[in-house]
């Protein structure tokens, strides 16, 4: 059972999507150099963050989904890794998704993820451009494992990481845009950050999995004036299968890092606690309801 060495890229956007998705390339091959096999880019890696204000112009940005999958087909296969991607599909007019493709060494797609949870939130008006996804939560078979990739909001949901593991993923991964606002108190902009980094690391606690979470970095303006704009956080973080922290960045670096998972060890840590083994099935009914009255 081999480690995995999981390149994580997080870097601010470069005025273009042709500069941004240059040096994205650029540090690929940085990180392939230190070693990794599976490389993870962060959620809408091509553009600025367009979702803080609403815009129907902007769902041009997903004209070139067929062309954004040549490309980064190319850069997997060039590179000889495993690579993890956040683009914005055009399914039809009208009809557009936030979709993880995961593409194979050889530059064939192992598979895709459309985002599942939705959020409509200030600066984070993701219902206006994206339909909640409706291929489920199917890990991806990959040359380096089954890989359980999520998607930013999915990473709040202990139930999609759940569903995930029990259909036999072995690593949960989450690209990620989030952050503050300048104008939070310092004390809030904490909680938020802390409430983000626990709850996936009970993920990996509760699932005995590793959990990757790679977030964009940089202050990124609000163009419709109707706010400043959201400064994220960064914080991109590998967690092992007992919820031991293997990488932390910090809130302003971007990142361009390779982190060694050891697969075994999740196999060991399941066998001292066999979460699933005592897991109640026969309790649970009550999980598909909205709210128990």
């Given at each position: 059972m081999k480690d995995l060495k999981v390149g994580i890229?997080?870097?601010k956007f470069e005025i273009s999507k042709d500069q941004t998705r240059q040096k994205t390339v650029n540090l690929i091959e940085k990180v392939v150099l230190k070693g990794?096999?599976?490389?993870?880019?962060?959620?809408?890696?091509?553009?600025?963050?367009?979702?803080?204000?609403?815009d129907v112009n902007l769902f041009d940005y997903a004209n070139s989904y067929e062309d954004d999958i040549k490309f980064w087909s190319d850069v997997a296969k060039k590179n000889g890794v495993v690579l993890v991607t956040s683009l914005f599909e055009k399914r039809a007019a009208g009809l557009y998704h936030?979709?993880?493709?995961?593409?194979?060494?050889?530059?064939?797609?192992?598979?895709?993820?459309?985002?599942?949870h939705i959020p409509d939130d200030p600066n984070f008006?993701?219902?206006f451009y994206f339909t909640p996804g409706d291929l489920g939560y199917e890990p991806i078979n990959t040359s380096v494992g089954r890989l359980g990739v999520l998607?930013?909001?999915?990473?709040?949901?202990?139930?999609?990481?759940?569903?995930?593991?029990?259909?036999?993923?072995?690593?949960?991964?989450?690209?990620?845009?989030?952050?503050?606002?300048?104008?939070?108190?310092?004390?809030?902009k904490y909680r938020q950050l802390e409430a983000w980094v626990s709850v996936q690391r009970g993920h990996a606690v509760a699932n005995t999995l590793p959990v990757v979470a790679v977030n964009r970095v940089g202050f990124e303006p609000d163009k419709s004036g109707v706010s400043d704009g959201i400064r994220f956080w960064g914080n991109s973080f590998v967690f092992g299968p007992q919820g031991?922290?293997?990488?932390?960045?910090?809130?302003?670096?971007?990142l361009c890092e390779v982190v060694e998972i050891d697969k075994?060890?999740?196999?060991?840590?399941?066998?001292?606690?066999?979460?699933?083994?005592?897991?109640?099935?026969?309790?649970?009914?009550?999980?598909?309801?909205r709210f128990i009255d």
């Open positions: 890229i997080s870097q990794a096999n599976l490389i993870v880019l962060q959620e809408l890696h091509q553009s600025e963050y367009f979702c803080q204000y609403e936030n979709t993880a493709v995961v593409f194979e060494k050889d530059g064939e797609i192992a598979g895709k993820y459309r985002k599942m008006y993701e219902k998607v930013c909001w999915d990473q709040w949901y202990p139930e999609a990481a759940r569903l995930m593991a029990l259909k036999g993923a072995e690593i949960l991964i989450y690209p990620t845009a989030i952050g503050w606002f300048d104008s939070d108190e310092e004390d809030e031991e922290e293997l990488f932390r960045s910090d809130n302003e670096s971007e075994q060890r999740c196999e060991n840590v399941r066998r001292w606690w066999p979460f699933l083994r005592d897991r109640r099935i026969d309790s649970y009914g009550d999980l598909t309801k």
